[in-house]
Every structure is written in C-alpha cells, then in structure tokens.
C-alpha cells in the first residue's frame, strides 16, 4: 500500500530561523514527488522532483529528492511570517495520481 | 484568464440531502481529480478521471458520485449515504503524463 510519512507535523519557529522539513515515501511505479504549500485555501505549487541529488530552489525555499532511500527534504532559510503554511508532500506514481502526506503546520513568530 | 474554478465557495446542507459542488477548467488538462481534507488531515482522493466519460473511485468514494462529460468539467454529488459529509473539498487538474495538479480554490460544506 502506498504510504507518505511527513514529520514534524507541526512546528513553531522564529523569523529568521531555518527549518527542515521531512518527507518519507513508499509508492508504486514512482515518478515524481511534488511539495505543495497550503495557507487558507487551495494547496500551491512549489517543487516537482523527479531525479535524485538535483537540488531545485526558489528564494529562499530548496529541495531535494533521494530515491534510493525514499525520502525527500524541503529547506527554508530565514524564516518570515509569511512562510506559516502547511507544507504537502505529495508524491505520485505512473498514472499521474498523487499521494499525500499529512502535512507539516510551519508557524513562523515574529 | 486560466485556471481552475469551484463553486460554492460555502455550502450548508440538511441531513439526507444531495448537493452538488462544480469544478471547472480551462486548462485544457485531460486530467481532473477530487479531494476531500479534513483538519489535520492531507488531502485524500474521492474520485478521479483522465478522459471524458471515464472516472475511476480514490481511497474514499463511499457515499459520493461524479460524471465527466466534458473535458472542462468535472462535477462532485455528495450523496445522503455519506455519512460524515462536512469537510473542505478541493478539485484539481492535471496532464497524465506529469503529476503536478493545479488546484481550485475549494468548496467548504457544513452539514447542519
């Protein structure tokens, strides 16, 4: 059965500060892992990754994928409160579905 | 304008009723799909289509119905044999051969 584990499920940071957040996957016919944010409303789109060690960034928001040990990392540095989200793990197999995780609450305090 | 829409933005139902919730794009995507998120909870899959009069049942499509007539729409029936119906309902879409999907903004239904 396929499966997504994302921890910490919550988290409470300053401004400034820089966070990791973990994804753990087990899916069939595996093609792509995709990190969404998700405020109040519809989950947006941040990263696709498809291939392993190829590290993609926007600002200050990087990732990274390793599909030997099925994991995937989503880093951001300096910390604003703007970044307090929930942060979706989502990874998808050949049919084009995805699996999501439960989500990471990042709260970023002033 | 492109993009994904989904009306109601709120919907209040009665017990033992069915309502419906749009979905509509005009991405011109062959895929469409239909998530249910309850807090603390991600996101889990009702029911999806990747062609016009074909759909396939997620992890959770007891109590629910869907049709795809068109390419551009994809309808959700929350039928009064969903037992536990109050959530927020998220469409989205998407091409077959990539799995990035592209959300609407969400129906919250509150069962009264």
């Known amino acids: 059965e396929d499966k997504v584990v994302q921890s910490p499920l919550s988290l409470v940071v300053h401004e400034g500060d820089t966070v990791t957040l973990n994804c753990s996957y087990e899916v069939t016919n595996f093609r792509s892992l995709l990190w969404y944010k998700q405020e109040k409303k519809a989950p947006t789109f941040l990263f696709m990754l498809?291939?392993?060690?190829i590290e993609k960034k926007s600002g200050r928001l990087s990732s990274i994928l390793d599909k030997k040990e099925l994991f995937s990392i989503l880093n951001i540095t300096a910390t604003q409160t703007g970044d307090s989200a929930i942060y979706l793990c989502?990874?998808?197999?050949?049919?084009?579905?995805?699996?999501f995780g439960k989500g990471t609450k990042l709260s970023v305090k002033p | 304008d492109g993009g994904i829409t989904q009306s109601p933005k709120y919907l209040f139902r009665k017990e033992g009723q069915n309502v419906t919730l749009s979905c509509e794009q005009n991405l011109n995507h062959d895929a469409m799909y239909w998530y249910r998120q309850d807090p603390g909870q991600g996101l889990r899959l009702i029911y999806y289509s990747q062609i016009v009069n074909d759909f396939q049942k997620g992890d959770i499509a007891e109590g629910y119905s869907v049709s795809r007539e068109k390419k551009e729409s994809f309808p959700l029936t929350v039928t009064s044999a969903q037992k536990n119906p109050t959530a927020f309902y998220l469409c989205?879409?998407?091409?077959?051969?990539?799995?990035?999907?592209?959300f609407g903004p969400g129906t919250r239904l509150t069962v009264l």
């Open positions: 989205a879409s998407g091409t077959s051969s990539y799995n990035e999907q592209f």
């Open positions: 498809t291939s392993s060690g």
């Open positions: 989502a990874p998808g197999g050949s049919q084009g579905n995805l699996i």
